[in-house]
């Protein structure tokens, strides 16, 4: 049975920067992942902002032209409201070629990955402390390992089995991308909020002069038809949608909105990404925490392996953040409560005049949509 410091379950852009982050800190770790081509299964839209672009190094060859124009269109589809950015607000990557990208960093540190590896199961310690806990993986032998990282998405099985806090609240979300005829102006991003095809959420077309990526998400509960329906009804006239001129790929799956769990690490092991809850409860964006808090868990994650000490885990914490969410949470609580399209309709009326438009712009072009991770001196790399 092999001897590893980490393993790291799931190959998403968390659980690939946070084996990277410890390999290069000389831990021994290990990354397992269920796929077996990291571009297959791929359900992120691939929308980075502004200031996830200022603050990590991506490669530009990776990203679509910059977005400087939002449309929020209302029901009816008409008058929609125009928010322009002076600056390039948003890109979208490439995610298959983002995650390579991840991947080649991460083993280029040591960190060793295996695709076509599912896990199955942890063995609890009773004794608590680092020690090591065999892990259960089909497709590979079982490992012994001192410490597992779950970064396998909203409905994480690590997270159950290590006993931590569990995603409870979700959206869930469809998309087609495909390729565009180049030429057709500037870059755009068209949201529609309709609570007919998207309730709680609303539906998007992003044009970034290469492709186009078409999508909905909503509460299932109230998603009667069902997503994929509702995607196919959106895309017959959703605005600014140009038709393909090449293959179509789809994606979606669940998107976690109840805010960055309480309860995250334990002696076991934590989570990060997708099942820690990182993802904005407005915006429903994930990729700019996942990369802030995989930071954060790398370092927490060395210092408790170097010393022992359950007080470093609890830097870790998720109530810490969920403080600095409450008016996003309150906002996204009041954002599923509008399931007329007349009310609606009367919410985008209230965004065309300066003080509504000064809140959308807030929202979508403003540093807020995550806090900073912040690393307490003690744990402060290099201290």
């Known amino acids: ?19 990277g982050l410890l390999a290069r800190r000389g831990l021994d770790v290990l990354l397992v992942d269920r796929r077996r081509s990291l571009s297959a299964g791929i359900r992120t839209t691939g929308i980075f902002v502004r200031r996830t672009l200022d603050d990590f190094d991506l490669p530009d060859r990776l990203l679509g032209p910059g977005i400087r124009d939002v449309l929020l269109y209302p029901p009816s589809r008409r008058a929609p409201v125009r928010l322009t950015s002076d600056r390039d607000e948003y890109r979208v990557a490439d995610m298959a070629g983002v995650y390579e990208h991840a991947r080649h960093a991460a083993e280029e540190a040591g960190a060793q990955v295996l695709l076509g590896v599912r896990y199955t199961a ?18 590979a032998e079982p490992v012994m390992a001192r410490f597992v990282v779950g970064a396998d998405g909203a409905r994480s099985r690590v997270a159950s089995d290590l006993g931590l806090d569990v995603n409870r609240r979700f959206l869930v979300g469809a998309e087609i991308v495909h390729p565009i005829a180049p030429g057709r102006g500037a870059p755009a991003f068209h949201c529609v909020l309709d609570p007919r095809i998207a309730p709680g959420y609303l539906g998007w077309v992003v044009d970034d002069g290469r492709h186009a990526h078409v999508g909905v998400a909503g509460y299932p509960e109230a998603m009667r038809s069902g997503v994929r329906h509702l995607l196919e009804v959106f895309a017959e006239d959703a605005p600014g949608h140009a038709p393909p001129t090449g293959p179509v790929e789809r994606r979606g799956g669940p998107i976690p909105v109840g805010g960055v769990l309480r309860r995250l690490a334990c002696p076991a092991g934590l989570l990060v990404g997708d099942a820690a809850g990182a993802v904005s409860p407005l915006t429903a964006g994930g990729l700019d925490p996942c990369l802030r808090m995989s930071e954060l868990a790398a370092t927490v994650t060395a210092e408790w392996l170097r010393t022992g000490d359950e007080g470093v885990l609890r830097q870790y914490d998720g109530n810490a953040l969920r403080a600095r969410f409450r008016g996003r949470l309150l906002l996204r609580r009041a954002f ?21 438009r000064g809140l ?3 929202v979508l072009f403003g540093d807020g949509s995550f806090p900073d991770v912040p690393l307490k001196p003690a744990l402060t790399p290099g201290r």
């Open 360 to 362: 959308a712009a807030r």
């Open 122 to 139: 942890t063995t609890r310690s009773a004794g608590g402390g680092a020690g090591r806990r065999a892990v259960w993986l089909a497709g």
């Open 336 to 356: 599923a409560g509008l399931r007329s399209p007349a009310a609606v309709e009367a919410a985008v009326a209230g965004l065309r005049g300066r003080a509504g």
């Open 1 to 19: 049975m092999r001897r590893v410091d980490v393993l790291v379950v799931g190959a998403g852009l968390a659980g690939l920067r946070t084996a």
